[in-house]
């Protein structure tokens, strides 16, 4: 393998603590213990995701992953999670090395929090000013991830944040995500000054992720046209966009939507609570999709790199792939 790719990946590494500055993204019902250990086993960095855990759920799957590999890796937690302290309190009791904030933007006393158990933050900025501002309030990296991504998405491609963010703030670690899978793709991000890269939709598919083989199916056949964004009924009521295959399942978010707006212009429900029980909606159709193999009515959160994922591959044989394109187009740059 070229040297260089390892070379251009060591300030992500170093911070990750692993082989290869490559995230495998938090996924909702799918980012458990097998697929986390696995990744993490495999050099990469798995991140759990606890968006559908309480607090002692969450310390179960730390444990069952720490007993599957002793590599480092992380917690994603939802900022907007009413139980954000708690779970933050238990990665601190079960010294996991990194918490990865997600769906909303931390304020520096949870940073700092987190700091305080010795644990690194990672989070996600939508925009350059937000992005400088998380950095002074002390988070360790940042995620930058585009529209083109599976689940919930910000209004930018990464294209765009590349050119707003990652090249304006070179002196801090930022790593890119949406869309992201050839090597030669992450070698150019790499050069580019990227710390690392970010894929989530291709390891909802591998051979190591516990989906749902009717799920996995579904996504082999899709095309990137498939991987919409649901239509939002009312631009007042600004609810956060997830990115997932067209299905029955997307017609009945927008009935659930239009329930949600009336109730809301009644005054039965506050804007805030309203949000909420659409998020729960996404959580639950995503687990009847992963865990129960309904592909018509569960969501099928995907990106738009699904145009690229043709069929069920290990994590060994994926980040082979990719190692191989980087390293191969590094020497075509260079010889
Ligand atoms: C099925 C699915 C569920 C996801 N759930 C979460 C989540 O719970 N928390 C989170 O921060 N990101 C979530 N994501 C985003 C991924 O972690 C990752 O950033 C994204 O998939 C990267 O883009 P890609 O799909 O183009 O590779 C999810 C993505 C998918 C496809």
Known sequence: MNEKILKLMERGSKILGSKYALLGGAMTWISESNLTSALSNA???????SGSMDGSL??????????????????????????????????????????????????????????????????????????????????????????????HVGPLSTIILIQDILLNLKEYPI???????????????????????????????????????????????????????????????NIAPVRALENIGTEEFIEKQREVLIKFHNGDVTMDNGKLSLEHFWAGSLRRAVQEGDVDKGSLMSGQIVELIKNERSIEEIKNTILREASDFLDRMYN
């Open 175 to 237: 790593f890119v995500a949406g869309g992201i899978l050839r090597g030669e793709i992450v070698a150019s991000l790499l050069q580019l000054g990227a710390a690392g890269c970010q894929l989530g939709t291709v390891f909802a598919c591998c051979k190591e992720s516990i989906a749902h083989e009717n799920f996995k199916k579904v996504y082999f056949k899709a095309s990137g046209r498939n991987a919409v964004l649901p239509v939002q009924l009312d631009k007042k009521f």
């Open 43 to 49: 050099g990469l960095f798995g991140v759990l995701a």
């Open 58 to 151: 969450l310390e179960n799957e730390i444990i069952k992953t720490k007993s599957k590999t002793d590599k480092n890796f992380g917690v994603n937690i939802i900022v907007m999670n009413p139980k954000l302290h708690d779970l933050i309190d238990v990665c601190g009791q079960k010294k996991v090395s990194h918490i990865i904030l997600a769906g909303g933007l931390p304020g520096k006393d949870i940073i700092d929090k987190i700091h305080s158990y010795g644990i690194q933050v990672i989070a996600f900025a939508p925009a350059l000013a937000i992005a400088k501002r998380l950095f002074k309030q002390g988070i360790d990296a940042l995620i930058i991830e585009g529209n083109e991504a599976g689940g």
